[in-house]
T-cell receptor, first 109, second 115 residues
Framework: DAKTTQPNSMESNEEEPVHLPCNHS???????IHWYRQLPSQGPEYVIH???SNVNNRMASLAIAEDRKSSTLILHRATLRDAAVYYC??????????FGEGTQLTVNP | EAGVTQFPSHSVIEKGQTVTLRCDPI?????LYWYRRVMGKEIKFLLH????????ESGMPNNRFLAERTGGTYSTLKVQPAELEDSGVYFC?????????????FGPGTRLLVL
């Protein structure tokens, strides 16, 4: 399984954009980059995924580096509900998710 | 449509006892996964069912853990006998397919405490 590196914690103010970085330098060519988040006392929740091109959905945007060794999850306007632990992970043919330590995002009102 | 459900939400048992956790996946999802987070550690994969077959059980910690998915619907994870280090949160997830693009939908977890 490819190893990922994320900052342990980040802080943002409500209504401001947040950029959550992730390094996945050992990613294989066919792995997709997935982001999940875990709100307090809940199970992990899918956020977004991509392969090479940048992706947008209603929750967030995903910017993928050209060499695919890193990616950035972008929350355009953070809300208090976005406070969670965010996990990035390459997902390959075996489909199991490999969670690292993630980034604890704190959103200040 | 109902999401992934897990039962019980909490379980407190004594060392040496048996506990059975249940997971009901989203209807129509052939793929069912078990994960767990033990105290202070990361969420770890345990095993993966495709319908009633075990596709990957490489994450099962030892033979005290037995997972079943008879009929390819709900799944149970039995721990017998439970040890102190089994305490943690057990998550179940389901997905339609197994491609690297598939989204896994997680249940709320079962919080297990072994005393």
């Amino acid at each position: 399984d490819a190893k990922t590196t994320q900052p342990n914690s980040m802080e943002s103010n409500e209504e401001e954009p947040v950029h959550l970085p992730c390094n996945h330098s050992t990613i294989s060519g066919t792995d997709y980059i997935h982001w999940y988040r875990q709100l307090p006392s809940q199970g992990p929740e899918y956020v977004i995924h991509g392969l090479t091109s940048n992706v947008n959905n209603r929750m967030a945007s995903l910017a993928i580096a050209e060499d695919r060794k890193s990616s950035t999850l972008i929350l355009h306007r953070a809300t208090l509900r976005d406070a969670a632990v965010y996990y990035c992970m390459p997902v390959g043919v075996y489909s199991r998710l490999t969670f690292g330590e993630g980034t604890q995002l704190t959103v200040n009102p | 449509e109902a999401g992934v459900t897990q039962f019980p939400s909490h379980s407190v048992i004594e060392k040496g006892q048996t506990v059975t956790l249940r997971c009901d996946p989203i209807s129509g999802h052939d793929n069912l996964y078990w994960y767990r987070r033990v105290m202070g550690k990361e969420i770890k994969f345990l095993l993966h069912f495709v319908k009633e077959s075990k596709q990957d059980e490489s994450g099962m910690p030892n033979n005290r853990f037995l997972a079943e998915r008879t009929g390819g619907t709900y799944s149970t994870l039995k721990v017998q006998p439970a040890e102190l280090e089994d305490s943690g949160v057990y998550f179940c997830a389901s997905s339609q397919g197994t491609s690297p693009q598939e989204t896994q939908y997680f249940g709320p977890g079962t919080r297990l405490l072994v005393l």
